[in-house]
């Protein structure tokens, strides 16, 4: 018949638990439970601890229920011929406490994450295949290094993740770390992903999970090149051959509304004409989708130049400054930058030129083309999903229309005045 007894190990006089779980005489094994207990708190006649403090009373109970569950966990394992091992008895005590799970898996939200970076190559991504990123996997280990830090040295299970817990990580980020409102917004979606990809393997997570707040932090900073900036870039006075060859990808990207990646990848294959239709053909890098698009006669003189030579987003990105300051592109601008004295992003009034990035090309065209050509037709180039996400992209919101339906209102008012004449005409002749 099994037994289980408890005793002390250790040389100090705060010792730890251990747990002696004996089948017969050949098959005895031995394991610590995690518990300690001071010496004298101990009763050696009883093999638990002295019933004088409540603490003492907590630490019973619970040497009570894991030996319950240890005996039980035997007699399911003898019924279905499972090996009994040292291994078995520190996995049932690891399940007990919540250690790991039933199917062997950790509990704790860092070991979590941790599986979520080494099974990233196995993972589907939005593009419909496998594999996460570069700039994933490297979101996902940031997240794993704040993580560290928030909770210190008393490790959080996946179930603790709840509303309060949110809070507590979310402020952690804004108020110790003095990170940017939508980086620590974006840490929490990462956070909530682990989460969710913990619940799919097994481990058990808050009914709280879902209702965690990631409100999308609104970008009231859209900076984009307006027409006239553009001619300014387009006649500055450039000698260097690098800064040249940047201008033009700038500006074409400008007209095509691409992404850096997606703009500099472009090729004369992807050139295409129908009955006398050009446009660009290409698969989107970060959502892989195809897109269709037009070449406005803007872009079309640019390539009459000839192709801009092969360039990186890095350099590419440094140029755009250079260019845009000797442009004089510096009207003063809100916008948020890296301070380098903390290493964070700092919003702050600028010379315009500091601001702009490859993103600039895209939401110049964005911006630039809407309310001059159906919406729907700019987000088939540009690959939005939803008008909402293009308005949001743009900073305009619904009411944003108004121009557009005073325009309307007048039309209609021109019409029935019209007509109203008309009628008074026609009565007069009668």
């Not at 997240?143 to 830090?149: D, G, Q, S």
């Not at 929490?188 to 481990?203: E, F, Q, R, S």
Request: hydrophobic share 35%; with cysteine; glycine share 6%.
């Amino acid at each position: 018949m099994a037994t289980i007894k408890y005793f002390l190990r250790g040389s100090k006089d705060v010792k730890s638990i251990s747990l002696a779980f004996s089948i017969d005489r050949r098959n005895k094994y031995e394991r610590k439970t995690g518990l300690v207990i001071q010496q004298k708190q101990w009763s050696k006649d009883k093999a638990l601890p002295k019933q004088t403090l409540a603490e003492n009373k907590k630490i019973a109970s619970e040497l009570l229920k894991l030996k319950s569950h240890v005996l039980d966990a035997y007699n399911e394992s003898l019924s279905k011929n499972q090996p009994i091992s040292s291994e078995w008895l520190q996995k049932q005590i690891d399940i007990f406490f919540d250690r790991i799970t039933q199917i062997g898996k950790s509990p704790m939200v860092i070991k979590a994450i941790q599986s979520l970076i080494d099974n990233a190559e196995v993972r589907e991504n939005q593009k419909g295949g496998f594999g996460l990123s570069n700039s994933r996997k490297n979101d996902y280990r940031a997240l794993k290094r704040i993580w560290e830090e928030f909770e210190g040295k008393i490790q959080v299970k996946v179930s603790e993740v709840d509303i309060a817990m949110g809070k507590a990580f979310l402020s952690f980020m804004l108020k110790k770390k003095n990170y940017s409102i939508g980086y620590a917004q974006r840490m929490m979606g990462n956070l909530k992903t682990v989460c969710y990809d913990a619940g799919l393997n097994g481990i058990k997570t808050s009914p709280q999970l879902k209702q965690i707040n990631l409100k999308q932090i609104k970008n009231d900073y859209i900076i984009y090149l307006t027409p006239l900036e553009l001619e300014k870039i387009k006649t500055a006075h450039l000698i260097h051959e690098g800064q040249i060859n940047a201008r033009k990808w700038l500006l074409l990207g400008c007209w095509i509304g691409q992404r850096g990646n997606d703009l500099l990848s472009l090729t004369n294959s992807n050139l295409k004409e129908v009955d006398g239709f050009k446009y660009f053909e290409i698969k989107q890098q970060k959502t892989a989708k195809t897109v269709t698009i037009p070449i406005l006669p803007e872009a079309e003189e640019i390539l009459e130049l000839g192709w801009p030579r092969k360039i990186s987003l890095a350099k590419f990105n440094e140029h755009i400054k250079t260019i845009s300051e000797k442009a004089g592109i510096d009207e003063p601008t809100k916008g948020i930058l890296n301070d380098p004295k903390t290493n964070r992003k700092k919003l702050g009034t600028h010379p315009k030129w500091k601001l702009l990035a490859s993103h600039v090309c895209r939401r110049s065209y964005c911006s630039n083309l809407y309310g001059k050509i159906p919406t729907p037709i700019i987000m088939q180039v540009t690959g939005h999903s939803t008008e909402k996400s293009f308005l949001k992209y743009i900073g305009k919101k619904g009411t944003d229309y108004k121009d557009e339906w005073i325009k309307y209102i007048e039309v209609q008012k021109q019409k029935a005045s019209k007509e109203s004449n008309l009628i008074v005409v026609r009565e007069a002749i009668k």
